[in-house]
């Protein structure tokens, strides 16, 4: 299912829009309209704040490894972010595991190293528990001492092209509306908000339904002794042979008498006595709606009160477990993919594909969360054995818009192999990627796709100490 955003609605009248910029100068009224059922605004001249060299859009896994990237090359360098803090779902989402990180170096292996002396990590297997807390400041501070500009409490809500580039990103937020030039942007959003602002084409969901897996809120949780709860948990079942530590925490919550929307539910042990739960599946939400959102948030939240409670009410190994905190973000899973010079396919997870521009490679299988309760609250696999794949830098470059990059889980892709590939321990090697490719392009005056990848990678080996 290919989808576009009808730009219509970002092009305003007046002499620039002659001259094609989609945002122009203009005065008008704001009024009713005539059937009374709208609002028209009156047009308006947008301040430009600032000239860049690389605008990084959503300051995520993805995001923050682009701004870093593109400020280590020397570019001038602005991240915006509308959450509060760097990190996306890694800290605005409570997220504290990252998979898929033992293979990678860069700045993804900076963050693990620079976390681990501060005692702020612990290493099960190939999957790494954090403390959130920790990993805010780290990312503030690594931001900072590479020099980038960080924006944050602030939303990209309009793209300017001109001529076919992407010129401008208008933001809202306290300051109201402002618009930030920049040779070359970086689309870390997740969801792919400023390239599909700026008019390019993306998919949604599963082919032919547009069906989206669903969102999930995570929980931190303490109150708990390690040693008594060890099989239940994710991380400490596995070392004493219990393999399943999933279908006992189900099998433990049936017996408190409640029924997870997620037939899953998983409990991970972060470090010490720190806990994260992840147990509900809502169905169903797009993205894109903030009313479904919302009651997505409501009610995965009351869900996870009411799953807590019914097992401190067991008593035992649960009886002084209590949340910490629950994120004031839902976890989006997916949103759009935008079309880019070369789509990620199942075929390639099958067939281990290999490229010569490789931004990294991914080892996580296919991790498809249902998208039909009526059939499973669980996760499928697809029917695909996925082996060891690499990710193009031309799966990172959007065909219909010039002058942008994209980054983490909006790149392009299919349903099945994007339920892979999106892990936070591949959404920063693409970002990565993405900031140096962009700073190069914008330095020399290149579009990205001109920049070849050998120059991208030489750069990144010289700038990026842990390569
Ligand atoms: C419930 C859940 C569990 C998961 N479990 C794991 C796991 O255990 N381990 C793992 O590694 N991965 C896991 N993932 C996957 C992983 O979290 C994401 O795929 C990954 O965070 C993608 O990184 P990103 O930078 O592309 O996007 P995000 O982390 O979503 O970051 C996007 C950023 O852009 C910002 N943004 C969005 N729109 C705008 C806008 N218009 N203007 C300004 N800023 C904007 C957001 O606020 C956010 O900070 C999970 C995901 C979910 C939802």
Redesign the pocket.
């Known amino acids: 299912m290919t989808n576009r955003i009808d730009r219509r609605r970002f092009i305003q009248t007046g002499a620039a829009a002659a001259g094609g910029m989609s945002l122009a100068a203009g005065t008008g009224r704001a009024e009713m309209t005539s059937n009374g059922k709208a609002w028209h605004e009156a047009a308006r001249n947008v301040p430009i704040v600032e000239d860049a060299d690389v605008v990084v859009?959503?300051?995520?896994?993805?995001?923050i490894a682009a701004a870093i990237a593109a400020a280590r090359c020397g570019a001038r360098t602005r991240l915006?972010?509308?959450?509060g803090c760097l990190g996306?779902?890694?800290t605005?989402?409570l997220?504290s595991?990252?998979?898929?990180s033992d293979n990678k170096s860069g700045i993804m292996r900076e963050i693990l190293q620079r976390l681990e002396k501060h005692n702020a990590v612990a290493r099960y297997g190939g999957s790494v528990g954090y403390d959130v807390e920790a990993m805010k400041l780290l990312l503030e501070t690594m931001c900072v001492e590479a020099g980038v500009h960080v924006r944050l409490h602030?939303?990209?809500v309009a793209a300017g092209v001109h001529e076919g580039r992407l010129a401008i990103a208008v933001t809202e937020s306290k300051s109201g509306r402002q618009a930030w030039r920049a040779k070359v942007f970086v689309d870390?959003?997740?969801?792919g908000?400023l390239a599909a602002l700026a008019g390019c084409t993306f998919a949604e969901g599963r082919p032919g339904t547009g069906a989206v897996q669903p969102?999930?809120m995570?929980a931190l949780l303490t109150g708990l002794v390690p040693a008594e709860v060890a099989r239940f948990v994710r991380g400490l079942a596995e070392p004493l042979g219990e393999n399943n530590p999933k279908a006992r925490l189900l099998e433990e919550m049936q017996r408190a008498g409640v029924a997870p929307s997620y037939t899953q539910p998983t409990l991970f042990c972060i470090k010490d006595d720190l806990f994260c739960l992840?147990t509900n599946h809502q169905y169903g939400v797009k993205a894109n709606d903030a009313e479904g959102t919302t009651r997505a948030t409501l009610c995965a939240r009351a869900e996870i009160h009411t799953l807590v409670d019914a097992l401190v009410r067991l008593g035992g190994c649960w009886k002084n477990m209590h949340i910490i905190a629950t994120p004031e973000h839902i976890?989006?899973?997916e949103a759009r993919r935008i079309r880019g010079l070369y789509e990620v396919s199942a075929d390639d997870l099958i067939n281990g594909a290999r490229h010569a521009d490789a931004v990294c490679r991914v080892t996580f299988p296919v991790d498809v969360h249902s998208t039909d309760p009526t059939k499973d609250k669980g996760i499928t696999r697809e029917g695909v054995r996925a082996r060891p794949y690499d990710i193009p830098y031309r799966s990172l470059i959007p065909v219909d818009v010039k002058g942008l990059l994209l980054a983490?889980?909006?790149i392009s892709g299919d349903f099945v192999a994007h339920s892979s590939y999106?892990?936070?321990?591949n959404?920063a090697p693409m970002g990565e990627a993405a900031g140096t490719a962009a700073a190069m392009a914008a330095q020399s005056n290149r579009a990205p796709e001109h920049v070849p990848w050998d120059e991208i990678s030489e750069a990144m080996k010289k700038h990026n100490s842990m390569l």
């Open positions: 859009c959503g300051g995520g896994p993805a995001g915006i972010e509308v959450n996306g779902m890694w605005a989402g997220l595991w990252i998979l898929d602030t939303r990209i870390c959003t997740g969801d908000d969102m999930s995570m992840a976890g989006v899973r983490g889980r909006c999106r892990v936070t321990g959404a």
